[in-house]
């Protein structure tokens, strides 16, 4: 019966994937792994362009309605700054929040330093004019994402540092954005289990009445390939260092041959989510196998309804 | 001529070791990398103590010159929190303090989880009463000390985390001491060198009119053997990220048998400090071979003459 229950909550879309390099207006190895709001009305993905040295970049596509007609910026919409140690091997897996209460959108992204990869945030207001943060935490970290609202006080973090090889989620707290405190691990690794070897964020957490809806990757690692699946949890409201349930089965993995062929196969990575207020559609934004962009839409309530039975 | 200079700077007592596990009021396996503080006009340390099961707490240990007479606490003057998890596997390595703008005592150490060595703050004013702020990092962290007053408005934490493997002392600021940011990799290892593996801070930084005394460890890995010896460096007073010296060559290292015989042959731990304002002399303790404690002085005028000569 979960199997029922899983196999209906995703639905890819029938045109997957949706953005491929080949669609690009310049010269692209891959795209994949973007950031996704709704900005004046449309669909805006700050996708993640891999050029062909190996570095990657950020360029905004737009659609009407999420799904067709993708607008593409004729070039990078925005570069790492060469003069920033942090971002000399380039930016990554944008994770876009509108902060409420900064009246701004906040953009958490990898910036790759020769230290290791750091989670760096700017703010934006306009997607024209990025205001660089710098990086919160030291390398090696991923996986970052800002909730939309501050609680008790504070802004909240969940990010995926790698400590001693471990890799689980964590989240932590700041009065500023600046200064971090509180670490706590939020989502551990489940040896034997999917998720096994890694696990890290994917889009934003969306607050719903029941909780904070968080939908993670994780990873296991096997003798020819890393498989990325996607699982789901809830937090509490007030206090998201704590589960309130967390599915045992995975909801989403690589199936379809532009997941399971590609620069990494076996890769769905999931990092972007616009929700429809009016229907309830979820549509989740992912890379497919770190080559192209894809999508899967899902139902809210269904969505819930499967959460809320693992409770 | 350099070689002259490196053997005058740190001369060993010549009663060392001060404190050994034979002296302890109850038994120990190892006594050893001690904070010091002058408190009510006596030295005291703060002893790392190790039990027979490999477990660590602290025990105090007074004296009048701080050379001779050592009165022990009778019983572990702080044992570790068996309902804090992160204290799991021990207490470790304090570094004290005294933060005039608080008017207490910090000291910084290592609380020893299931996760990794983290290190964490606690505050007291009389050594009997101690006030635990939690870990200030997540793991693996260790080697850290504040500062004894704030910068630019700001606490400053000297720290070193290990990430990817590497081993580089860290800085970093805090509003509240409770969230960090800021982070900047202040004393790197250097490869081929003395210090090629691994560094960390040894006592807390020192104000001096030339900038901030630091004396860290470095690690050189051999075939049989980590080799644990001491560096100096000066950072700007109000900007301590920056280096503005540090010796090329090492100034202290094992050589009498109870530093090259015992748990951890070949280590001289630096962990305590402190300064007679009268006499110029600073009197260095250090856990010698992870087994017993030991003292070097020095002379104020020689130590910064040296770490100038290295501008």
């Known amino acids: 019966m979960q ?46 362009v891999e050029d062909l040295r190996g570095f990657s970049h950020f360029t905004i596509a737009r659609s009407k309605d999420g799904k067709t007609n993708w607008q593409i910026d004729p070039k990078p919409t925005l570069e790492p700054d060469k003069n920033i140690r942090e971002e000399i091997w380039g930016i990554e897996d944008a994770r876009i929040v509108w902060l409420e209460n900064l009246k701004k959108y906040a953009i958490t992204y990898v910036s790759h330093s020769m230290g290791g990869p750091q989670i760096s945030l700017m703010l934006t207001e306009d997607f024209k004019n990025f205001d660089r943060l710098g990086p919160l935490l030291p390398p090696e970290d991923k996986d970052a994402s800002l909730f939309p609202r501050c609680i008790g006080g504070l802004f909240m973090l969940i990010h995926r540092p790698i400590i001693r090889g471990e890799a689980h989620i964590w989240i932590s707290c700041s009065p500023n954005l600046k200064h971090w405190g509180d670490h706590r691990i939020l989502i551990p690794v489940r040896p034997g289990w999917w998720d096994a070897h890694r696990v890290g964020l994917g889009p934003p957490p969306i607050e719903t009445p029941e909780g904070w809806l968080v939908i993670y990757h994780g990873v296991r690692v096997t003798a020819s390939l890393s498989t990325y699946r996607l699982g789901i949890a809830l937090l509490d409201l007030e206090e998201p260092w704590k589960i309130k349930c967390r599915s045992q089965e995975w909801v989403f993995g690589p199936k379809e041959s532009y997941e399971r062929i590609g620069d990494v196969p076996g890769v769905t990575f999931a990092s972007g989510i616009v929700v429809d207020k009016d229907t309830g559609e979820f549509r989740l934004y992912y890379g497919a196998a770190d080559s192209a962009v894809a999508l899967a839409t899902a139902d809210m309530d269904e969505l819930m309804a499967y959460i809320m039975s693992c409770i």
Chains 1, 2 share one sequence.
């Open 3 to 48: 199997e029922v229950r899983r196999r209906n909550i995703f639905h890819r879309y029938s045109n997957n994937p949706i953005l491929k390099p080949e669609d690009w207006p310049y010269p692209a190895n891959a795209v994949f792994n973007p950031g996704a709001a709704i900005y004046e009305g449309e669909t805006l993905l700050l996708v993640r």
